[in-house]
Structures are given as C-alpha cells and as structure tokens.
C-alpha cells in the first residue's frame, strides 16, 4: 500500500476515532446519571440502628390460665387410662387443679417523650399484666389505653422518671417498592434484634377491611409482632403484624400495617380509648366490565350500591343501584378504596357523595354516622306493590323462575313482605350458575327495576335490548344479602 494511501486512510478514521469517542463519552455520562437517581445499599445500618435502637421495646405479657381438672388433653376422653391419669394427679396433689401462668413475647416502639407505645393488638390481647424492657435494660409496667382489632392495633402507656427517647411515624404513601427498610424487634424471644430488606409490593390485603400492608423481605419472625419498620430517614412506617410462611419461620413475606392506617388509629385510642370510624350505611360491591356495560357506564370503577338499610346514606336519599364516584372531594375507584375513605372520615361529618343514578350524576349530602354503633345493622325490607295471584313459572337465562307467592314463602322460609322471583333452579351449563346463581335466590330487581312477575323481567329484558344493552342487571337476594349480578342477554334468547 502507498504511504499516500495509508495517510489519507489514517485521515479518514480519524473523525471515525473521534466520533466514537464522543459515543462512548455519552453513554458513560448517562449510565452515571441514571446511577445518581437510583439509591445504592448503604454502607451500613450500624448508625441508623444506633440511633433508634432506644425507642424499640421488647414486650412480655402475662396471662392466668385456668387449671386442669382432670387428665384432659393427657389422654382422649373415656379412655382406659383416664382414671390411671387421675389418681395419678391425685396422687401428686391439687396443683394441677391450681390457675397457672402464660407469658407471651412481642416488639413495641415508643410515640411519645410521656411514655405512649405502640404495638400489636394480639400481642397483649387477654394479658393480665404487660412489662415493658427497653433498650437500655430499664424496665416498666404497662398500662393498656385501647386497642384496634380490626387493624390488630395497641396503645400502651408507661410512666418513667424523665422523658423517653422516641420515633416518629413516617409518610407510608411515600414508600416505593424497592426502597430500603429496617426492621427491629424480638424476634422469637432472642432479644433487640436488626433486619434489613426492602419494600416488596404495596397495598396488600390480607382479611381485614381496612388492610393496607407494606410487604417487605426484611426478616419478620414470631416476636417481631408490634416492632416498628423504618424507612432510611428513621421514621416508622409500618408496624410489623404477618408473615406467610409454610413452617413458622421468615421465608421474607413480611406484612407491616401501613402508618397512615396506624395514625388515625393512635390518635383516636388516644383521645378516646377507642375508635371512631365514618359510616355511610350501604352495602356495596365493585363494579365489573359486564355491569359496567349493564349500567351503561364508560368505565368499570366506583362502588355499586346493592341495599341501602336505615341510616346516613338512605337519609340522604342514596338509592339501590346507584354508583357511588366520588365520596367527599376523592374519586371512587373501588370498594375497598371507599371502606378505608369512609372510615377515615370524621363521625358526624357532612360529606358531598356524587352517584350515578341511570346514566346522570347526582350529588348528595350525607352526614356521617359512627360505624362501632351500627355493627350489625339489618337491612330494611324491599318496598313492592302486591304480588300477582298467580303464580307462573319461566325459564329466562338459564333460570327456572316463580314469583313469590305465600305458600312459596313459607317453603323458603321467607319474611312474609318478601316481594320478588324465586329462583327454583338453575342450569348448570348456564351463565348465571357460573356467576354463583343458586336455587333459593331471589331475584327482587333488573335494571335497577323492581319485579314481581315474569311479565316485569321480560319488559326489563326488551327495554335493555332496545336501549342497545349486551346484559342486563339484576339484584339477587340470598338470605337477606343483596348482591347484584349482570347475565349476557344472549343467553335469554
């Protein structure tokens, strides 16, 4: 090759060298911003743990225990050798007759310089005595202020000589799902103990109404309950509740309860020794892709009312088969969202409740009532006219259908004012029994219509077709509970 060649060639890869450079430059720069937004793992949790450590309590609670009477729980009951067991406790005296004591171990954290603790509602639940260790090696009694079971929720009071170093709770909202946590507690008696890990999901449900758990892998073991997690700020926002484990042990399924749940709770057992939630007064269920489109709605979100019984929400004037959207200023996305929200809400506060009543939007004013003084409200009897005297039978989507007569009523075991179709059987290829319809339901709307003939639900059924609807809405009764079920109305052709 020409020495002009090789130069003009050295030339031409020169803006080639140059402008590689500047890629590979790029690329560097960016891959150390995106570095700079994600958090690394801390060095070490040694300063954080010493800093909070003093404000973590273990928790040891004692409970008397009733004596045994006999051998039971030895051997089973009539068995050969329950009187050897007998004379042999006989033998050795009545103190297998005499009260006993349990202890039971668990984690707290203190709130408050005066000595307010938080902890687990089965932590110190039946406890006749509650001692308190802290860090230091000091020790006091405690004094149980109330609890939440709903929320497995307890506040203690202790009294101590001077002030107490304390935490403060944390914004739980802020929390995202990989940011750093610190777990600190008792775990299975062993004594101040540190956990580190992560926030796994958000939001999680496990069997309470107002759940709202913080899911972690930070180790979470027996002992732990009631102990605080902490974010890297050091502020508290959860408190450790449940692990799913399928032998005892952290498998790192952790649950905490959210401090935005735990706050309200504290703040009301502490001004009243227990809680004060919201209640609107109506039965509700979500609102699914096939009711939406029964109801004609352009999304499925809101919480559909299936029965109104007296209270705040039927003095306000909310119907059944209204779709609540918006409940105070906060838009309704589902039924659990409106529990928690209503709960939430101040008791006797007057709120502005937006429905969707057959395609419009009404806005309703509803004062609030207390939710621990209506527990176990019954619903009110459906209103009707009187019911045909004769009683005909159907068979509408996959549905055997009679109206309720008298006779039928006292089969069913029915309120004599029960008004409605009686749902004699079911096919089992059908759509309605894949969607829980059962023989013994009462079918008492569709459409949000009442009925109490066939004539009713066939009119309710041509309605929908002619308005262009692909399913129709019914509200179904079983023993008492509403709940409301749409059916394709293809399959009542």
Known sequence: ???????????????????????????????????????????????????????????????????????????????????????????????????????????????SEDGFIVTNNHVIEGADEIQIEFFEGMELPAQLIGTDPNTDIALLKVEADGPLKFVNFGDSDTARVGDWVMAMGNPLGQGFSVSAGIVSARNRALSGTYDDYIQTDAAINRGNSGGPLFNMDGDVIGVNTAILSP?????????????????????????????????????????????????????????????????????????????IVSFDGVEVIDTR????????????????????????????????????????????????????????????????LQPLSDELRAEMELDESAKGLAVMSVDETSEAFEKGLRAGDIITEASQSQVLSIDDLEARIEEAKEAGRKSILLLVRRGGDPRFVALSLESGE
Do not use: C
């Open 247 to 323: 032998n005892g042990g952290s498998i790192g399924i952790g649950f905490s309860m959210a401090s935005n749940v735990v706050t309200r709770v504290v703040d009301q057992l502490k001004e009243f020794g227990e809680t004060r939630r919201g209640w609107l007064g109506v039965r509700i269920q979500d609102v699914t892709d096939d009711v939406a489109e029964a109801l004609g709605l352009p999304e499925a979100k809101g919480a559909l009312v299936s029965d109104v019984p007296d209270g705040p929400a039927k003095e306000g004037g909310v119907l059944a088969g209204d779709v």
């Open 337 to 400: 969202q409106l529990v928690r929200v209503v709960a939430n809400t101040q008791v006797g506060k007057s709120v502005r409740v937006v429905v969707n009543r057959e395609g419009e939007t009404e806005t309703l004013k509803i004062t609030l009532g207390r939710r621990e003084e209506a527990e176990g409200a019954v619903p009110a009897a459906m209103p009707g006219e009187e019911e045909p005297d004769a009683p005909v039978t159907a068979d509408i989507m996959g549905l055997t």
């Open 1 to 111: 090759m020409k020495p002009q060649t090789q130069a003009l060639m050295r030339d031409q890869a020169t803006p080639l060298r140059l402008f590689w450079l500047g890629t590979l430059s790029m690329v560097l720069i960016l891959s150390q911003s995106l570095m700079a937004h994600a958090r690394g793992a801390p060095e070490s949790f040694a300063d954080l743990a010493e800093q909070i450590s003093p404000s973590v309590v273990n928790i040891t609670t004692s409970t008397t225990v009733a004596g045994r009477t006999g051998p039971q729980g030895i051997v089973p009951e009539g068995s050969p050798f329950e009187d050897f067991f007998r004379e042999f406790q006989d033998r050795n005296g009545p103190q297998g007759d005499r009260p006993r004591r349990s202890s039971a171990l668990g984690s707290g954290f203190v709130i």
